[in-house]
T-cell receptor, first 116, second 112 residues
Framework: AQSVTQLDSQVPVFEEAPVELRCNYS??????LFWYVQYPNQGLQLLLK??????LVKGINGFEAEFNKSQTSFHLRKPSVHISDTAEYFC??????????????FGTGTQLKVEL | DSGVTQTPKHLITATGQRVTLRCSPR?????VYWYQQSLDQGLQFLIQ???????AKGNILERFSAQQFPDLHSELNLSSLELGDSALYFC???????????FGQGTRLTVV
């Protein structure tokens, strides 16, 4: 079974400052890793994903993440945040499960609050 | 717009009742997933269907059931509703070779 840990439930940051949202995962098999964003009263939108290849993944809205297999981490970063980045961010892992299914296992989420 | 459509957007019902949530996946996607999002449990995987067949089951209560129809739309049936079933229910879909899941806007269920 796989699991995801997002250590920070809330991250306050000033506008134009850099931010890092931390994500650690555990799995006994190879995984795909994802970051999703959820704005208030909306669904989940994919920010970026790691499937294979380069460990540095670039996503939408200037976000990027680095897959670190030895540390089982997939931290999300943005060099300069904007007020509009205020949202809940979810890290997720996917692995094949018995019977051929796939499922995304989500972390508990990190609320990013960007302040002026 | 993810291309995944969920109806209704909001649903208010009484305890003990039964409701049906509907999901239309993206065109061409064969897999449909149901998730429940609540403040205390976070995002919980409920069930996955692939081309009409149940493929994986998560933390789905026995009072809940789902199915995927030949046109690939899916329905999640929730019965004998309790106050604790109040949550946001998301549907997601993915293509045959899973590389990501596309989420709908969700159905907010309030049980009173």
């Amino acid at each position: 079974a796989q699991s995801v840990t997002q250590l920070d439930s809330q991250v306050p940051v000033f506008e134009e400052a850099p931010v890092e949202l931390r994500c650690n995962y555990s799995s006994s098999v190879s995984v795909y890793l994802f970051w999703y964003v959820q704005y208030p009263n909306q669904g989940l939108q994919l920010l970026l994903k790691y499937l294979s290849g380069s460990t540095l993944v670039k996503g939408i809205n200037g976000f990027e993440a680095e897959f670190n297999k030895s540390q089982t981490s997939f931290h999300l970063r943005k060099p300069s945040v904007h007020i509009s980045d205020t949202a809940e961010y979810f890290c997720a892992v996917s692995a094949h499960i018995t019977g051929g299914g796939n499922k995304l296992t989500f972390g508990t989420g990190t609320q990013l609050k960007v302040e002026l | 717009d993810s291309g995944v459509t969920q109806t209704p957007k909001h649903l208010i019902t009484a305890t003990g009742q039964r409701v049906t949530l509907r999901c239309s996946p993206r065109s061409g996607d064969l897999s449909v997933y149901w998730y429940q999002q609540s403040l205390d449990q976070g995002l919980q995987f409920l069930i996955q269907y692939y081309n009409g067949e149940e493929r994986a089951k998560g933390n789905i209560l026995e009072r809940f059931s789902a199915q995927q129809f030949p046109d690939l739309h899916s329905e999640l049936n929730l019965s004998s509703l309790e106050l604790g079933d109040s949550a946001l229910y998301f549907c997601a879909s993915s293509e045959q070779g899973f590389t990501e899941a596309f989420f709908g806007q969700g159905t907010r269920l309030t049980v009173v």
